[in-house]
């Protein structure tokens, strides 16, 4: 057995070999502890149990200087952030395509379309790369019970991705302010549009990334003194902060409340189904990443209108089928 030395506030799972951490909040992402993983290869740490999350999976691992990690594929949704270093990415949805070849750096977000075929790659001789995943795949594993599902499926979802040679450069708009693109490069310089509705100085762009129906992505940014309005959603989700500064408020009716503060680097998962707000209070703005996992909102329809307000009134005033009530 392998003796892996836990920080506080984490534990180490033998059977998955990740560094779980606990709580609400992951600290300094970019320089955050990592332990052996040695079934892909690499350093590794996992963000899956912040805030008793149980579908939305965050996985952060290492490729070594010049190194690779196995190559795979799994029916799950997965977009992958690049903390820090460059590479590539080998991807490719049939089995008798060549692999098209995807560069990326720091800064960068890919998209892993659902069962495509993917091996990573370092570039960098003299440094380890960082790669911050968001992935449904606990989910999936929950409601079919099979691990062989997920990681052996010859289902292929062509629809999604049929190794369009452009499929990698794709961007457009696909109405209601949603682009629709596979890889999105240098997400703290990305133009966004402002969303008075969700705040006071906030300014967003939501994408479509793999074909996912599952995984929502945007970039959202508060000026300095701004905020994101109180709201709660059926969805679990995760802010890595890209750069300022701010806090995150929870609450709930029973008059429970916490206060959370954050600075580039860190990963909070506001709880599911709990009010929360972010505040911007530092001098500059605040950006973050926003990685969303909307299986049940999508499944009702109410896709990102929360709960409160969109969930409609089921109650029936018509009983039988006759009309009479
Ligand atoms: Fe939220």
Redesign the pocket.
């Known amino acids: 057995m392998q003796t892996v030395e836990t920080p506080k506030g984490m534990r180490y799972d033998e059977a998955r070999q990740f560094l779980l951490v606990q709580g609400v909040v992951a600290r300094q992402i970019p320089t955050h502890p990592l332990a052996a993983r040695p079934k892909r290869n690499a350093r590794a740490a996992a963000f899956d149990e912040l805030s008793g999350n149980t579908t939305l999976g965050i996985h952060l691992s290492e490729i070594a200087p010049g190194g690779q990690k196995p190559g795979h594929r799994h029916v799950d949704e997965a977009v992958i952030y690049i903390v820090h270093g460059y590479g590539y990415s080998e991807m490719r949805q049939a089995d008798e395509k060549e692999d098209q070849r995807v560069d990326w750096k720091a800064g960068d977000l890919v998209s892993i379309p659902a069962n495509a075929w993917h091996k990573h790659y370092n570039l960098d001789e003299q440094k380890p790369c960082l790669q911050l995943a968001f992935k449904n795949t606990r989910l999936l594993r929950q409601l079919f019970g099979s691990r062989d599902f997920v990681y052996a499926n010859d289902f292929r979802f062509h629809n999604r991705y049929d190794d369009e040679a452009d499929y990698f450069e794709l961007r457009e708009d696909v109405g209601d302010g949603t682009v629709r693109t596979n890889v999105l490069a240098n997400c703290a310089e990305q133009p966004l549009q402002d969303a008075p509705d969700a705040g006071e100085g906030v300014s967003a762009q939501k994408y479509v990334m793999g074909g996912h129906l599952m995984l929502e992505v945007s970039l959202v940014e508060i000026s300095a003194g701004g905020y994101?309005r109180p709201?709660?959603?059926l969805?679990e989700?995760a802010?890595y902060v890209l750069s300022g500064s701010g806090r995150t408020q929870l609450w709930q009716e029973n008059g429970e409340a916490r206060t959370i503060r954050w600075t580039a680097g860190d990963l909070i998962c506001?709880p599911l189904n709990v009010w929360?707000q972010?505040v911007a209070d530092g001098d500059a703005p605040a950006r973050y990443l926003?990685i969303?996992n909307n299986f049940i909102e999508r499944a009702l329809g109410i896709d990102g209108k929360g709960f409160d307000t969109a969930i409609p009134d089921r109650f029936q005033t018509v009983i039988e089928p006759d009309g009479s009530e």
């Open positions: 994101v709201h709660r959603h969805a989700e802010l506001p929360h972010h926003l969303r």
